[in-house]
């Protein structure tokens, strides 16, 4: 079945350091990626997504490329912020039902 | 704000006791999805309805039942509520059946005593 895996967490860097968050995936078909965000205490944001391969996904200074040949979606950042510290999820939209399928989730904490 | 609203935002209750946690959609969604978040299974898709009929189920437990009502809102029913049920709700709503993108609520926290 289809499935997603990120790299595990926690991740810590200091502030303006670059992010690399790691994230492939096992599916039929083509699906849309997603990667969310959730905040402490808070619910899930949609951070940014793509649609179909090499489509970049880009939201606030956060970017992701849909690798088709590497089954790849890998979040990145240029230079973090203390407000970026939230849980990451790397998700995928399954062809059939369009429910999502999440990966476990990465845990980003950014030190001042 | 993603235009789902979930009521009640946290709940504690007792085992064996029963909850409805519910949703309401963004205006015109006809799709809507429930995940459970918990420490130990991570964000799990349960059960998703479109207007008003079951369309696909996942992991959900005999104990949890869902409906969709006329005017689109939905509700999950959690009965012999166990410790281990205690996790963050979402609901999700999408326009369209193959929508791709969904757009979640705030979650409703459900601790059982």
């Known amino acids: 079945g289809n499935s997603v895996t990120q790299m595990e967490g926690p991740v810590t860097l200091s502030e303006e350091a670059f992010l690399t968050i790691n994230c492939t995936y096992t599916a039929t078909g083509y699906p849309s990626l997603f990667w969310y965000v959730q905040y402490p205490g808070e619910g899930l944001q949609l951070l940014l997504k793509?649609?179909?391969?090499?489509d970049k996904g880009s939201n606030k200074g956060f970017e992701a490329t849909y690798r088709k040949e590497t089954t790849s979606f890998h979040l990145e950042k240029g230079s973090v912020q203390v407000s970026d510290s939230a849980v990451y999820f790397c998700a995928l939209s399954d062809s059939g039902t369009y429910k999502y399928i999440f990966g476990t989730g990465t845990r980003l904490k950014v030190l001042a | 704000d993603s235009g789902v609203t979930q009521t009640p935002k946290h709940l504690i209750t007792a085992t064996g006791q029963r909850v409805t946690l519910r949703c309401s959609p963004r205006?015109?969604?006809?799709?809507v999805y429930w995940y459970q978040q918990s420490l130990d299974q991570g964000l799990q898709f349960l059960i998703q309805y479109y207007n008003g009929e079951e369309r696909a189920k996942g992991n959900i437990l005999e104990r949890f039942s869902a409906q969709q009502f006329p005017d689109l809102h939905s509700e999950l029913n959690l009965s012999s509520l166990e410790l281990g049920d205690s996790a963050l709700y979402f609901c999700?709503?999408?326009?369209?059946?193959?929508?791709?993108?969904?757009?979640f609520g705030q979650g409703t926290r459900l601790t059982v005593v």
């Open positions: 205006s015109g969604d006809l799709s």
């Open positions: 999700a709503s999408s326009p369209r059946l193959e929508s791709t993108e969904a757009f």
């Open positions: 793509a649609t179909k391969a090499d």
